[in-house]
């Protein structure tokens, strides 16, 4: 598939859009952290295509898997949960909270283009 063809305007004004999102999402993530390396190590990071980023990243310490998933010392989720380990969902309830504010972003974004690609016919009244 070819490059979309956005202008450049269109492209910063996604990206700005992306990546507020991105740095409002992380920062929420972050707060339902416990203190320690996992806050120190949290590292939000985007990768683009033509310009346009193309999928949103957070690069974290290893152990905040399993702090999510409530699995410790080696243990599957039934033996973690026997020696009294609870799953401390602090990334996916964020995610899936923040969506619709993404999806409501993008669409400004996307309405914008759409109309601002209307004005290239020309006029003959």
């Not at 707060?31 to 939000?44: A, I, M, Q, R, T």
């Not at 999510?68 to 799953?87: C, D, H, I, L, W």
């Not at 969506?99 to 669409?107: D, H, K």
Request: aromatic share 10%.
């Amino acid at each position: 598939m070819g490059n979309p063809r956005f202008t450049h305007q269109e492209i910063i004004a996604m990206n700005r859009a992306v990546q507020q999102w991105a740095s409002h999402t992380g920062s929420q993530m972050k707060g339902n952290l416990p203190p320690g390396d996992l806050k120190s190590g949290f590292k939000g990071s985007n990768r683009y295509n033509f310009g346009l980023i193309s999928s949103v990243g957070y690069r974290f310490p290893r152990h905040g898997v399993f702090l999510e998933m409530g699995v410790f010392g080696g243990k599957n989720r039934k033996e973690s949960q026997a020696r009294g380990y609870t799953p401390r969902p602090w990334f996916n309830p964020v995610v899936d909270r923040r969506l619709q504010a993404l999806n409501e972003a993008i669409g400004q974004v996307t309405k914008e283009m759409v109309i601002n690609s209307t004005r290239i016919k020309i006029k003959n009244t």
